[in-house]
């Protein structure tokens, strides 16, 4: 799992890349949780979903945000950490020039994030939203959805409770052709405490039905 640091708008980021083995291979990008509130790229579930796109064939990328690690710069309040995600594909793309698509996964304020760099990004084809905090961040944005992809909750999540993201997926339009599904983990809080096994079965179910059961043999 190679470091690797790249230049991003607010100085030096630090992220791991995992390159795939297949010419032309699709690009993953993994987007940790908020940054004020101890999130980092090696949170538990940022480093499942970045294994589990490696293991598809991906070539993943998953960094910190500016300010956290030895990623330069300090906390944005997201209009910072997306220039930031946005340099990470640029990047990521960069060092794929081959790659024919690209599938962007985050983790709460990573899933908020992740939603709106897809809005300005036509290649990203497919998203995963872990514990999006649809209550809190505006996701008004999404008019319409350009790609589908997953949302996942945990039934006790009381930081963004279930009935208030599904009123907001419900709201969104969508490009034709575009679908948004939404899978909840029974008894699973914010972080997944002790059920991110059940989280990452639920992310397979979805990959495994829009990419096939694609998994390289180890």
Same mark, same amino acid.
């Given at each position: 799992?190679?470091?690797?640091?790249?230049?991003?708008?607010?100085?030096?980021?630090?992220?791991?890349?995992?390159?795939?083995?297949?010419?032309?291979?699709?690009?993953?990008?993994?987007?940790?949780?908020?940054?004020?509130?101890?999130?980092?790229?090696?949170?538990?579930?940022?480093?499942?979903?970045?294994? #589990?796109?490696?293991?598809?064939?991906?070539?993943?990328?998953?960094?910190?945000?500016?300010?956290?690690?030895?990623?330069?710069?300090?906390?944005?309040?997201?209009?910072?950490?997306?220039?930031?995600?946005?340099?990470?594909?640029?990047?990521?793309?960069?060092?794929?020039?081959?790659?024919?698509?690209?599938?962007?996964?985050?983790?709460?304020?990573?899933?908020?994030?992740?939603?709106?760099?897809?809005?300005?990004?036509?290649?990203?084809?497919?998203?995963?939203?872990?514990?999006?905090?649809?209550?809190?961040?505006?996701?008004?944005?999404?008019?319409?959805?350009?790609?589908?992809?997953?949302?996942?909750?945990?039934?006790?999540?009381?930081?963004?409770?279930?009935?208030?993201?599904?009123?907001?997926?419900?709201?969104?339009?969508?490009?034709?052709?575009?679908?948004?599904?939404?899978?909840?983990?029974?008894?699973?809080?914010?972080?997944?405490?002790?059920?991110?096994?059940?989280?990452?079965?639920?992310? #397979?179910?979805?990959?495994?039905?829009?990419?096939?059961?694609?998994?390289?043999?180890?």
């Amino acid at each position: 799992m190679p470091e690797v640091i790249f230049t991003g708008p607010a100085g030096r980021i630090e992220g791991r890349y995992q390159p795939a083995k297949e010419k032309g291979a699709p690009i993953a990008i993994i987007l940790h949780p908020h940054p004020q509130f101890g999130g980092t790229m090696n949170n538990q579930i940022v480093y499942n979903l970045y294994y #589990d796109f490696v293991k598809r064939g991906f070539s993943v990328l998953r960094f910190n945000f500016r300010g956290v690690g030895r990623s330069q710069g300090s906390f944005d309040h997201g209009q910072g950490e997306l220039s930031d995600a946005a340099a990470a594909l640029d990047w990521a793309q960069a060092m794929n020039p081959d790659a024919r698509a690209c599938w962007i996964a985050g983790v709460s304020f990573g899933a908020w994030i992740g939603m709106q760099l897809l809005m300005r990004r036509p290649e990203i084809e497919g998203f995963i939203s872990i514990a999006a905090m649809a209550n809190r961040y505006d996701f008004s944005f999404l008019a319409p959805c350009p790609s589908s992809g997953l949302f996942v909750h945990g039934s006790e999540d009381r930081v963004a409770p279930v009935k208030d993201v599904v009123s907001v997926i419900e709201k969104v339009k969508t490009q034709k052709g575009v679908k948004l599904e939404h899978a909840v983990v029974d008894g699973a809080n914010h972080f997944f405490d002790g059920k991110v096994d059940e989280l990452m079965s639920a992310v #397979d179910a979805y990959l495994d039905k829009r990419l096939g059961n694609t998994e390289e043999a180890a």
